[in-house]
């Protein structure tokens, strides 16, 4: 197998601390997470999973309720910590905050509008759960990124965390260039006004350039860390099979246009030969003939950045010793 070998990828990168997981779905994202983090818990490395999806998948995945409940030692093994965001609540969070924001600012400027019409335009707009996802992702990496040693990120798609990237670029020109004006906004008004005293109160109190500069400091320091080689790592998941191939090749080179570091690529649900052999029906057989063809093309493409094979099993991978079995068999398991 290439070097990106997952333990001498890790070993590599001694200062390693953000994982993300993507592909298509239903190729085992969530499955390869959780093995990821409890790969560095049993290292005696204190870690944390953090689900961003709108669906329960770590309760799911652990039997243990964690939605909306805040970060959670998860049951039966040492050093693992979850954290299952309730996505929904945050947003309506977000419109709450935005409304307000918005009706500060008309206030503020004097305009006399019913504020209730540009707040829907504003939340209504589907860049807007995405950045609240964003923020949300930005928060748990910049307030515990500190408290653990190793922090995994399950999010519904690398796609998002991409787009959410491109848009942040776009989000933070548009935030430079607020700040911007909000600044000239401000001066006139003190160049304008008699009382000068009172409107340089006012300046020094303005919420929204404090937020915007908030934002902007945050924006920063996320894209800082997203594109640290030595401290993150995006690893695709695929199995056997032509279309999740094809998705992670084509965000593998998304993600390097956007300068996001590769963690390598899982190779999920690969059909043990002794699986195939041992089958009397020719389901399994036809299966495993079609996959060494697959496998091929993995090693023609992606050769280079696979770096773990999991088996199929027969059954569904689910709790602390489920994931163990498929941390192992990414530690362990050759195809060949
Ligand atoms: N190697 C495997 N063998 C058998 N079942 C698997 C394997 N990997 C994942 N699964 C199962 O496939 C389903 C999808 O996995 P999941 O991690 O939820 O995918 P994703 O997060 O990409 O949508 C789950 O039910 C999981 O238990
Ligand atoms: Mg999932």
Redesign the pocket.
């Known amino acids: 197998m290439s070097d990106f070998k997952f333990k001498d990828f890790v070993e590599r990168h001694p200062n390693i601390k953000f994982f993300f997981t993507g592909?298509k779905?239903?190729?085992?994202?969530?499955?390869?997470a959780a093995a990821i983090a409890q790969y560095f818990a049993s290292q005696g490395r204190k870690a944390l999973l953090a689900s961003l999806n709108p669906i329960h998948?770590l309760s799911t995945l652990y039997g243990q309720d964690m939605w909306g409940k805040g970060i959670q030692k998860i049951e039966g093994i040492d050093n693992l910590w979850g954290v299952e965001v309730d996505i929904k609540e945050k947003i309506s969070t977000y419109r709450d905050q935005l409304s307000e924001r918005i009706t500060s600012f008309l206030k503020w400027a004097d305009i006399p509008v019913d504020p209730s019409a540009f707040i829907d335009i504003a939340v209504t707009n589907p860049a807007f759960e995405e950045s609240a996802q964003f923020d949300t992702m930005t928060d748990i990496m910049l307030e515990h990124g500190d408290s653990y040693d190793v922090i995994v990120f399950d999010c519904a798609a690398v796609a998002n965390a991409i787009r959410l990237l491109g848009l942040s670029k776009i989000y933070d020109l548009w935030l430079s260039r607020m700040i911007e004006s909000r600044k000239e906004a401000l001066s006139l008004r003190v160049q304008l006004s008699f009382r000068r005293d009172r409107v340089m109160e006012e300046v020094k109190r303005d919420p929204m350039l404090a937020d915007l500069l908030r934002q902007h400091e945050k924006n920063r320091k996320a894209k800082e860390i997203l594109s640290d080689a030595e401290r993150t790592a995006f690893v695709f998941?695929t199995i056997p099979l032509a279309l999740p191939i094809a998705v992670v090749q084509r965000f593998i080179s998304m993600v390097r246009a956007f300068d996001i570091p590769v963690g390598g690529v899982f190779v999920?649900?690969v059909i043990p030969q002794e699986a195939a052999e041992s089958d009397s029906t020719d389901y399994m057989k036809n299966s495993y003939l079609q996959q060494s063809r697959y496998l091929d093309m993995i090693q023609e493409k992606l050769g280079d950045l696979v770096s773990a094979y999991?088996?199929?099993?027969p059954t569904?991978?689910?709790g602390v010793d489920g994931i163990a079995k498929?941390c192992d068999d990414m530690l362990n398991f050759n195809p060949e």
Not at 25 to 32: A, F, H, R
Not at 310 to 313: G, M
């Open positions: 592909g779905g239903g190729v085992g994202k969530t499955v390869s998948s998941v999920n649900r999991v088996p199929l099993y569904e991978v689910a498929f």
